[in-house]
């Protein structure tokens, strides 16, 4: 949630931060600011609404020529989305610009404390308060910024990133954070602030990660990171092995579209270099001892939306190779019901951003616990796999699009090679059922490039039942958490009533919502496998088609069973049962796309949502 960005350099600082702001567009937002430094004095325009708003307010009320600025668009919390909430929030002597990301929990105590002492706010946001704060910390410091946020920092409770600057020093903008993202680019004769690399990517792919309670100033030519007490911190660096192109649209009219059709190459860069020449599995990132992972009894895996999906996923593979049982757990509830998890047990965080709050605090509560931790992450150097004991990186590359699509094919591939890999460490598997199942997970780019080209039907259909109130999504085994997956899409898309079963429990109540035309999405599993779930299914099929369901079947290539019950047939290449997630999904996905454009909605910013939510 919330895109931040602060620019110190020689460039126009307005032009660097808008063009910053758009590129994080995607995160979510319902407001949008900058402020920049010129002449002693701070010039702020901001604006409700999308970010055109603001840039239609710059073309008839533009700002001076700046070198400092700093910019923010605001997914409300406190305070509905109005200008006068949006971002930057200014002191009341308009010496100091503040940007924040998160929620201040502490802020009402602080407000009133404030406006005893006759400071008048002009928001209803938690946000405001660190503005003033500053500002009376500053005359307190003789004008110290990276001195004032700290000790304004060290008031705060919550989870917050703080983005200031300060109109008495020009050419210094200062951050902070805490349970929040912020990293730092590295530029030459110029440095940057960004809540996502993307912000900066187009000016340098050299970046610095800030650790938990850290403060940084950035000048042109300096890089400082200390912690809230003021002792220097050595930040670690990092290269990002992508460049400004691979987040944008690249001919495609979405970016959905366009990370739709990168699933290939993304589920091929997630497998490269971990394959030895010898077929045994060689994960570099996984940094726990195997003499650990033999003694592991249990592995949980915690996750939310999507990436929960890819954990039901995974369950049943890593439990079919190791035999080791394994529990996957909404991360937003976690913690709360007291988890028996200890130093037995394998704790896996799955998370795009790496920065998913609920994740991360369920992943603090899991190590609390003695717990060993592992996270699976598209995002090099977020805080989640920072504070995990090993990482497993996707390499799916930037996804814009608020609904993830890429993340969760390479997310299962993660998933299938931390099983195998426990499969090979406590020797539940032979090195030729392992060398099998990587050929086949080494195939799948190109069984998923298969569904690419066969999807014009899947639209055509999306087109077709446009007007339908509800669709539901039935599966078994691994077909059901991709049915939850594909609902999920429905609801995130084209805003539309949509539920994912378990096949087995339509007859335990939501029958009940089967009614004449309603379409009701089936995947169908390989009658090459396990027969008794195609035949199950089956069954399934025939009691929604008698009470006038439009039955759709995702069944695999020579599957003619299915004809004789379904309406519609979308067909996949046939792959081995744990491999039809892989492939199963992108039809579901290309529906949820198409359905959404026909109605005319905003695919790649769906309302309400946000990219990464970096609030608990």
């Known amino acids: 949630m919330c895109g931040i960005v602060g620019y110190v350099g020689q460039k126009q600082a307005l032009e660097v931060v808008v063009a910053g702001l758009r590129r994080l567009e995607y ?218 192109s691979a987040a944008e649209k690249g001919g495609y009219d979405l970016f959905m579209l366009k990370e739709i059709a990168e699933q290939p190459k993304a589920v091929a860069d997630s497998l490269r270099g971990r394959i030895t020449a010898g077929h045994r599995l060689q994960l570099d990132e996984m940094r726990i001892d195997e003499s650990v992972l033999r003694e592991v009894s249990k592995v949980v895996v915690i996750a939310c939306g999507t990436a929960a999906h890819a954990g039901m996923v995974a369950k049943y593979a890593i439990e079919h190779w190791t035999r080791i049982p394994v529990e996957v757990e909404l991360a937003s509830e976690f913690r709360y019901r007291d988890p028996i998890v200890g130093p037995d047990s394998l704790v896996i965080a799955i998370s795009q951003s790496g920065e998913t709050m609920d994740t991360l605090m369920a992943l603090r509560h899991a190590k609390s616990q003695g717990a060993r931790t592992l996270a699976i992450c598209n995002t090099v150097g977020s805080t989640i796999p920072r504070e995990s004991d090993a990482v497993l990186y996707t390499y799916a590359g930037p996804e814009v699009a608020v609904a993830s699509t890429k993340a969760f094919l390479t997310q299962i591939v993660a998933a299938y090679l931390i099983g195998l890999y426990l499969g090979q460490v406590r020797g539940t598997m032979f090195e030729d059922e392992i060398r099998r199942i990587l050929d086949e997970l ?30 539901l999504f039935l599966g078994r085994h691994v077909g059901y958490p991709v049915a939850l997956e594909g609902a999920l899409k429905l609801k995130e898309l084209a805003y539309m009533h949509a539920e994912g079963f378990a096949a087995g429990e339509l007859k335990h109540g939501p029958i009940a919502l089967i009614e004449d035309g309603v379409p009701v999405v089936v995947v169908v599993p390989s009658p090459r496998g396990r027969a008794v779930l195609h035949d199950k299914i089956m069954s399934n099929v025939q009691e929604v088609r008698a009470r006038g369901a439009v039955v759709i079947a995702i069944a695999e290539e020579g599957d003619e069973a299915v004809a004789a019950f379904a309406d519609h047939i979308i067909r996949i290449p046939a792959v081995p049962t744990l491999m039809q997630p892989l492939v199963a999904t992108v039809p579901l996905q290309v529906f949820a796309c198409e359905m959404a454009t026909a109605r005319g909605l905003d695919v790649d910013q769906p309302r309400n949502l946000a990219k990464s939510v970096t609030v608990e």
């Not at 190109?446 to 669709?471: G, I, M, N």
């Open 442 to 471: 080494a195939d799948m780019p190109r069984r998923v490039d298969l569904v690419l080209d066969t999807t014009e039907p899947v639209r055509a259909l999306a087109r077709e039942l446009v007007a339908a109130p509800s669709v």
């Open 27 to 244: 995160r979510g937002y319902d407001s949008a600011g900058v402020a920049v430094i010129a002449d002693g004095t701070l010039a702020v325009r901001k604006r409700a609404g999308k970010l055109v708003n603001l840039e239609t307010l710059l073309g008839s009320d533009p700002m001076p020529d700046s070198t400092t600025g700093i910019g923010h668009t605001r997914w409300a919390t406190h305070g509905g989305p109005t200008d006068r909430n949006a971002h930057p929030h200014v002191s009341e002597d308009g010496r100091v610009a503040v940007i924040h990301n998160g929620i201040i929990e502490n802020f009402a105590l602080l407000r009133a404390e404030l406006e005893a002492i006759g400071v008048t706010l002009s928001s209803d946001t938690d946000s405001e308060v660190a503005a003033h704060l500053l500002s009376a910390e500053l005359v307190r410091t003789d004008g110290d910024l990276p001195e004032a946020m700290r000790r304004v920092c060290r008031r705060l409770e919550g989870a917050f990133t703080l983005l200031a600057i300060d109109r008495a020093t020009p050419d210094l903008v200062v951050g902070a954070r805490r349970n929040s993202p912020l990293v730092v680019g590295v530029g030459d004769g110029e440095n940057f602030l960004a809540s996502d690399v993307a912000a900066f990517i187009e000016h340098t792919r050299e970046a610095l990660e800030l650790g938990q309670d850290q403060v940084v100033a950035i000048t042109p030519d300096a890089v400082v990171v200390t912690d809230f007490d003021g002792q220097p911190v050595d930040a670690t660096v990092f290269h990002v092995d992508w460049d400004a």
